[in-house]
């Protein structure tokens, strides 16, 4: 079964209203939510949640991102591993929210979104979700409701990258397997000869095909992406860089730090201050908060009242 599609008129922007990280330090799950106006999404890094919506039941793994709406009630219905670890992030749409509308897709400034999926692009998004945690240690207001939207957007066009995936025609089907094959197996991957053995393809063919359809070699993207592991421990982790270098696969510390001020134009300490601040990860997860006096303002001015039901 498709799962359902919501749709975010962005054109007036939604509201942050709160975020967080948790990880799971003992046998753990969901506790009965109903979420009076605020939707949320849910990124799952490790682990496991078995949940119900209303009365259906869903199982979201890692890699994939859920949507809970407002006027639901979502519950845990069994223990999630330890060490199940995910972002949350609230907020409450300014715009018209649908469901499964034909015509929504169509509009540049709406954000449609499956109720659950996984990622193609995993790395852009938490980056984005990781700046945002980061941000709301620092600020209030508009500019976290400009970055809410962004990573709407950002993960409504990584669900287009996946439409488009399965329409491919065969020799980028091809080069999108390797490519996901190469997110699968960042550890492992030493020469570029390893990866075309893998799918029986010439070097210099398969080099070729990925210039073409991502403007950069094999090397290239390989490299990427270890960087983009390397900024998301940065952000969420106090591990010495020393660690980090291999946690993101590279085999010289001092080649790492090289390589990413080279990507980033700054070194990876000096990434990990600008970006990092201590987001509290707790055994429990009770995000209740009072709506502030700007969003309560604003929704009963556009007929939003958090507390009323649609």
């Not at 979420?35 to 949940?51: A, D, M, R, V």
């Not at 809410?148 to 025609?169: G, M, R």
């Not at 270890?226 to 952000?235: G, N």
């Amino acid at each position: 079964m498709q799962p359902d599609i919501i749709s975010f008129d962005l054109r007036q922007l939604p509201f942050f209203y709160v975020c967080g990280t948790f990880e799971a330090t003992s046998p753990w799950h969901h506790k009965h939510m109903y979420q009076p106006g605020n939707w949320e999404i849910i990124f799952l890094i490790k682990g496991t949640i078995y949940c119900r919506l209303e009365e259906t039941p869903y199982t979201i793994h890692a890699g994939e991102y859920f949507l809970v709406p407002p006027f639901t009630n979502f519950y845990g219905t069994k223990a999630s591993p330890i060490g199940t670890q995910y972002l949350w992030f609230h907020f409450f749409p300014q715009g018209n929210v649908t469901i499964n509308d034909p015509q929504a897709d169509k509009s540049y400034t709406t954000a449609s979104i499956p109720r659950q999926a996984s990622f193609l692009h995993i790395n852009h998004v938490l980056t984005m979700a990781y700046q945002i945690l980061d941000l709301n240690k620092l600020f209030k207001g508009y500019i976290l409701d400009i970055s809410i939207s962004e990573l709407l957007f950002l993960v409504a066009q990584d669900y287009c990258d996946h439409l488009h995936h399965k329409n491919f025609p065969q020799s980028e089907r091809s080069v999108n397997s390797v490519k996901s094959w190469i997110n699968a197996h960042l550890n492992e991957i030493e020469t570029s000869k390893q990866i075309a053995d893998e799918f029986n393809f010439n070097v210099i063919y398969l080099n070729r095909l990925f210039k073409r359809y991502f403007h950069q070699s094999f090397y290239q993207y390989v490299i990427g992406q270890k960087i983009e592991r390397a900024k998301q421990l940065l952000i969420s982790t106090d591990a010495p860089v020393y660690d980090i270098a291999g946690e993101a696969y590279f085999n010289d510390p001092k080649n790492f730090t090289r390589t990413f001020k080279k990507r980033t134009g700054i070194t990876p300490s000096r990434y990990r201050k600008t970006f990092s601040r201590k987001n509290i990860r707790t055994p429990s997860y009770d995000p209740v908060m009072p709506v502030s006096d700007r969003i309560m303002d604003q929704l009963l001015k556009t007929g939003h009242h958090p507390s009323k039901t649609p």
